[in-house]
């Protein structure tokens, strides 16, 4: 069983920043594709933001691209997402998910909900106008 632990939402005004971590006790977490999505009131989860598990690819949906950064730290079992430039729409839980990729290049990422197969608890980001 794999846990993920998502930790650094808050409250903030717009144009302000956040920077949310996703840590996991798997021992292979160094070859976890790792997603980050969004859940907002009434709306359907969606993907933020995946990175492969050698952090070679990433993948940003379009409404956050240029603000919204994906990283990980394998040594530190912690994939990031730094967002800046935070509008009121980008207020959601966020949750990030984990699949396990061994054996599987390194340049994979998944974007579908579905392709994912363990969830974090979630992390309540609310911005303010």
């Known amino acids: 069983q794999v846990q993920l632990v998502e930790s650094g939402g808050g409250l903030v005004q717009a144009g302000g920043s956040l920077r949310l971590s996703c840590t996991t006790s798997?021992?292979?977490?160094?070859?976890?594709?790792i997603g980050w999505f969004r859940q907002a009131p009434g709306k359907e989860r969606e993907i933020v933001a995946a990175?492969?598990?050698?952090?070679?690819?990433?993948y940003y949906a379009d409404s956050v691209k240029g603000r919204f950064t994906i990283s990980r730290d394998n040594a530190k079992n912690t994939v990031y997402l730094q967002m800046n430039s935070l509008k009121p729409e980008d207020t959601a839980v966020y949750y990030c998910?984990?699949?396990?990729?061994?054996?599987?290049?390194?340049?994979?990422?998944?974007?579908?909900?579905?392709?994912?197969?363990?969830w974090g608890q979630g992390s309540q980001v609310t911005i303010s106008s």
């Open positions: 998910a984990s699949k396990n990729m061994a054996g599987r290049s390194g340049s994979v990422y998944y974007t579908g909900k579905d392709s994912y197969d363990y």
């Open positions: 798997g021992r292979t977490f160094s070859m976890y594709t």
């Open positions: 990175i492969s598990w050698s952090g070679s690819n990433t």
